[in-house]
């Protein structure tokens, strides 16, 4: 299995169909709806990240470059967006993380993703941290019962995203 990333301000309508076919497994929408999201929430430097085995899609996420003030330093990140894979229960969420994380290591990137506390352990056990809610904050608005976990990072003692939320 390989991934194939594709840049935003690179991607092609027919590729777009190929991400939307697989969020519509976790997410289903019309295309035109899916396709509307994706140009009002996706920047020109996001990466389209496909899980292939062969011919085949079968996971997808993007990673989306954002900035947090860490410790009174800019910093960094690719955000972890709109993880899903096209079949449940096989593992190739698992793998597409796995092969991310390596991605990010390789190209010395910081990782940061917000999720709820029922995917929590799934991402703890591909090597990711979860931030403790006290050093975090979260500007905009409320994120009750979202946590912060980041990959590939130094320790810190205070976070501050004001960024987009991806």
Not at 124 to 149: L, N, R
Request: glycine residues 6%; proline residues 3%.
């Amino acid at each position: 299995m390989e991934l194939e990333i594709i840049k935003h301000s690179d991607i092609s309508h027919e590729d777009l169909l190929r991400v939307i076919d697989i969020k519509n497994a976790a997410w289903p929408h019309p295309i035109e709806s899916q396709l509307k999201w994706i140009a009002d929430n996706q920047s020109k430097e996001d990466l389209h990240v496909i899980l292939k085995d062969g011919n085949e899609d079968l996971a997808y996420m993007d990673l989306c470059p954002v900035n947090a003030e860490v410790d009174d330093h800019q910093m960094r990140f690719m955000g972890i967006g709109n993880v899903c894979s096209k079949t449940k229960g096989k593992g190739h969420g698992g793998i597409l993380i796995a092969l991310v994380n390596k991605y990010l290591e390789n190209n010395n990137l910081k990782g940061m993703l917000f999720c709820k506390d029922h995917v929590m352990r799934f991402y703890a056990h591909y090597g990711w941290q979860v931030i403790p809610s006290d050093t975090v904050t979260i500007e905009g608005d409320s994120h009750e019962g979202i946590y912060t976990m980041c990959f590939n990072t130094p320790s810190f003692n205070r976070m501050i995203y004001s960024d987009r939320l991806f």
